[in-house]
T-cell receptor, first 112, second 112 residues
Framework: KQEVTQIPAALSVPEGENLVLNCSFT??????LQWFRQDPGKGLTSLLL?????REQTSGRLNASLDKSSGRSTLYIAASQPGDSATYLC???????????FGAGTQVVVTP | NAGVTQTPKFRVLKTGQSMTLLCAQD?????MYWYRQDPGMGLRLIHY???????AKGEVPDGYNVSRLKKQNFLLGLESAAPSQTSVYFC???????????FGAGSRLTVL
């Protein structure tokens, strides 16, 4: 059974620092991996999706890498801002359907 | 441009009561999903549907039933609520074969 782990569960950084969020998974037979953002009391917003054949994806200040063989993905957020404060979840897709396996998330606080 | 709408947003039930959560999407998505989110855990898939009139079990289906009588609606029912079903429930939808999901804002259910 696929297990998805995100460590640390929470972190706090001063504004301007780069954020590095980690995600690990036990079964490398994945279709893709996604990173989501969740704000308190709200739903999830998809940030980046990496197909299994890709090594990384970039969107603005966000960059996500994928190493399938080692079962790891990393989300980098450059020059963090207080507006980046949220919980970030990674999810592994075993196929093209939406039966995602989620990690528990990393709660991020960016202090001014 | 509503996206995915969940009702109700909050509900308190007593053990043994029944209720239905409604999910409606206006994006003409084929696939719809119900997830639950518990503290310290990732989202877990309860049931999903790949089209009108079809449903399938996810990772944690026990104690729940679903129906998809119309393409735009996906209902999640609890026939006899238990305290273990206290959770935040998220509905999501996607196009067929593309697991980029659009999530609703969530429904917080408390079972006393």
């Amino acid at each position: 059974k696929q297990e998805v782990t995100q460590i640390p569960a929470a972190l706090s950084v001063p504004e301007g620092e780069n954020l590095v969020l980690n995600c690990s998974f036990t079964d490398s037979a994945i279709y893709n991996l996604q990173w989501f953002r969740q704000d308190p009391g709200k739903g999830l917003t998809s940030l980046l999706l990496i197909q299994s054949s890709q090594r990384e994806q970039t969107s603005g200040r966000l960059n996500a890498s994928l190493d399938k063989s080692s079962g790891r993905s990393t989300l980098y957020i450059a020059a963090s801002q207080p507006g980046d404060s949220a919980t970030y979840l990674c999810a592994v897709g075993p196929d093209s359907w939406g039966k995602l396996q989620f990690g528990a998330g990393t709660q991020v606080v960016v202090t001014p | 441009n509503a996206g995915v709408t969940q009702t109700p947003k909050f509900r308190v039930l007593k053990t043994g009561q029944s209720m239905t959560l409604l999910c409606a999407q206006d994006m003409n998505h084929e696939y719809m999903y119900w997830y639950r989110q518990d503290p310290g855990m990732g989202l877990r898939l309860i049931h999903y549907s790949v089209g009108e009139g079809t449903t399938a079990k996810g990772e944690v289906p026990d104690g729940y039933n679903v129906s998809r009588l119309k393409k735009q609606n996906f209902l999640l029912g609890l026939e006899s609520a238990a305290p273990s079903q206290t959770s935040v429930y998220f509905c999501a939808s996607s196009y067929a074969g593309a697991n980029v999901l659009t999530f609703g804002a969530g429904s917080r259910l408390t079972v006393l």
